[in-house]
Every structure is written in C-alpha cells, then in structure tokens.
C-alpha cells in the first residue's frame, strides 16, 4: 500500500486533513493514518444517553475574510460554515459571574466592580493585551527568503514597538503571571479560566484576551451555542 503513495499523513486531525487536502489538490497521492476509528482529532464530539460532549476544539479563530481557516475554506472548497461569538461566553466562579464580549471595557469595569482592591492589575492586564494583539503581524504565508523588503520592515516595526511588552511577558508561564500580578485568588481562577493552561506563556493568556476583543476572529461551528465555564477554587 504505501508504494502506491507520495505521501503520508501521520494524525487524522485538523491539522493533519488539511496537509493532506493540499496534498491531493497537487496531484499527489496522500494516505492518512490514525488510530481512532473517527477522522478530526480535537474537533468532534461524543454523545452520552441526551447529552452531547464537545471533546476540546469549542471555537476557533482565523475564520473572517483573509483568516487562515476562511482562507483554506475557499481554497479547498470546503462546505464549512461559521457562526460569529459576541458575547464569546460566560464566566462563573468563586465571586464572579461575567459575561465576556468584544466589549471589554464593560467586562473589565464589572471585575473591577467586584474586586476594587485589583482594579489596577485587571485594567493593566488587559490594556496590554489588546495593545500586543493589535500589534502581532501577520503570519507570512510565504518562506522569510520570499518576503518584500515592505514585509520585513513591518514585521521588524511590529516587534520593535512590542519589545517592551514582550520583556514583561515572555518568560513568565501564565500561572506564575497571575500569582505575580493579582493577590485575590478569585481574580486569578478568572483570567486562569480563560486559558487554562499555567505552564504556558503569559503571552497565550493575552493573546485570548486579544481575541475575546476582536469578536470577529472568534467563531464557532455552526448550530452550537455559546458557552458556559464554571471555575471552581
């Protein structure tokens, strides 16, 4: 079997689909291994008696005009169809109910609201965080040897007037971040919530916020609702 292949795939999953996809629309004969018995990694779901789980992938980004996902949507002629979130979701936890949108200053201002002693520190976080997002370039679709001299000079602009904000953020995992910036745990199981991954960069932590404010980079598939998340201490 693999004699009669140009390539394979390891992983049938977002990722993996799509190289083959590419692949095939070259002329190339593409197999694709996985171990489960479904296609989509990350991005499917399993059913439970009347409930149906999502098994990670919730929402997704790069699906607006000119994003990554649009982009190979029509590319591929896929029959993908997104739905934009705004509000994204809804934040429960140990003294706090928010729900976040692309309006952050409503957000924002209700946390601080509800914890005025981390006033500061929140409108901080989240000032920076939208600063950085407004400032990453964006990724080359092209090898760095085939950029415009324009395209190298805007990407080195960028990350010039970032440098400051990538010295603060850069070597700090998100949680030592919010043990560093916030002494109420409650605001830290917050912003913890929104990426819960605490061995990360702090940058990832910003670049959600980033998001949430952009709603037009937030969407999810199609039919499927808004979330919840509940944190617990």
């Known amino acids: 079997m693999a004699k009669d292949l140009d390539v394979i795939v390891i992983g049938g999953g977002v990722a993996g689909l799509t ?5 095939s629309r070259a002329g190339m004969r593409v197999g694709i291994f996985e171990q489960q018995h479904k296609l989509g990694g990350l991005a499917g779901a399993f059913s439970r008696r009347d409930f149906l789980f999502e098994q990670a992938l919730q929402w997704v980004v790069g699906c607006q005009p000119g994003g990554t996902i649009y982009t190979c949507r029509e590319e591929l002629g896929l029959t993908l169809s997104f739905k934009q979130l705004d509000p994204w979701c809804r934040q429960i936890g140990p003294g706090f109910d928010v729900l976040l949108s692309s309006h952050v200053r409503e957000w924002v201002g209700e946390l601080c609201r509800l914890f005025p002693k981390e006033a500061g520190a929140i409108q901080q976080l989240t000032t920076d965080a939208i600063k950085l997002f407004r400032r990453i370039p964006d990724t080359p679709r092209k090898p760095n040897e085939m950029l415009t001299k ?14 400051k904000l990538y010295r603060k953020y850069l ?7 919010l043990v560093q910036e916030f002494k109420e745990p409650q605001v830290r199981t917050f912003f913890y919530s929104l990426c819960p991954i605490g061995s990360a960069s702090a940058m990832l932590l910003l670049t959600t916020i980033g998001w949430i404010k952009e709603a037009i980079s937030i969407t999810q598939w199609a039919g499927a609702k808004p979330s919840s998340t509940v944190s617990g201490r």
């Open 19 to 23: 190289a083959a996809a590419y692949l």
């Open 150 to 163: 324009w395209e190298k000079f805007k990407i080195g602009l960028l990350t010039v007037l970032n440098m």
């Open 171 to 177: 070597g700090i995992s998100i949680q030592d971040l």
